[in-house]
């Protein structure tokens, strides 16, 4: 099994809060994702880094920031976290070459009331 | 666009009944890759297959077998003879070159019900 953890595995909070998610890998894998899944919608993507401090946006990136400032930990926050942002949020990695298998952590449950 | 459907929302078989999930997708990309994961009810994401645009040859591993198919734009997964352990939601991927390199397009996945 790939090296992904994620912290915390579940959390809830009050609307309007900050939030943080961690993952951290094990792999020294140059990329990294963050992917909310939701019912009918699959995995969407967040964010996703190509290396520390090089991050770019994916399809549902607005309400979220992310941080790399080390190869194994990428930081999701969710500045003012909202209802719509109750979710299942996963990490995930690719190697070092060109399009690789993409292996996941194994989800943080967060639930904003 | 990069572009990945999985028009079965939820299928319900009964055990030992062989199962066909589609996947669909759309790319201008000439070298991409294509997935399959399995998310069982645990909630984890597993690596299935990873399969390139340059290689339509047919793959079979146990149970499993994966029929790509370059002029449909399909990629189905068989499992032949279902177990009530194959229950689970398959999603189907879809990576590419160029601005898509490495990016990872979802399909909204199937759950799979095997009833015993």
């Known amino acids: 099994d790939a090296g992904i953890t994620q912290s915390p595995r579940h959390k809830v909070t009050e609307t309007g809060t900050p939030v943080t998610l961690r993952c951290h890998q094990t792999e020294n894998h140059r990329y990294m994702y963050w992917y909310r899944q939701d019912p009918g919608h699959g995995l969407r993507l967040i964010h996703y880094?190509?290396?520390?401090?090089?991050?770019d946006k994916g399809e549902v990136s607005d309400g979220y920031s992310v941080s790399r400032s080390k190869t194994e930990d990428f930081l999701l926050t969710l500045e003012s976290a909202t209802s719509s942002q109750t979710s299942v949020y996963f990490c995930a990695i690719t190697g070092q070459g060109g399009t690789d298998t993409q292996y996941f952590g194994p989800g943080t449950r967060l639930t904003v009331l | 666009a990069q572009k990945v459907t999985q028009a079965q929302t939820e299928i319900s078989v009964v055990e030992k009944e062989d199962v066909t999930l589609d996947c669909v997708y759309e790319?201008?990309?000439?070298?991409?890759?294509l997935f399959w994961y399995k998310q069982p009810p645990s909630g984890e994401l597993v690596f299935l297959i990873r399969?390139?645009?340059?290689?339509?040859q047919n793959e079979i591993s146990g149970r499993y077998s994966w029929n790509f198919q370059k002029s449909t734009s399909s990629f189905n997964f068989t499992i032949t003879a279902s177990q009530v352990v194959d229950s689970a939601v398959y999603f189907c991927?879809?990576?590419?070159?160029?601005?898509?390199?490495?990016?990872?397009?979802f399909g909204s996945g199937t759950k799979l019900n095997v009833k015993p």
């Open positions: 880094s190509y290396g520390v401090k090089d991050t």
């Open positions: 790319t201008r990309d000439t070298t991409y890759y």
């Open positions: 991927a879809l990576s590419g070159s160029g601005y898509n390199f490495n990016k990872f397009y």
């Open positions: 399969r390139n645009s340059f290689d339509e």
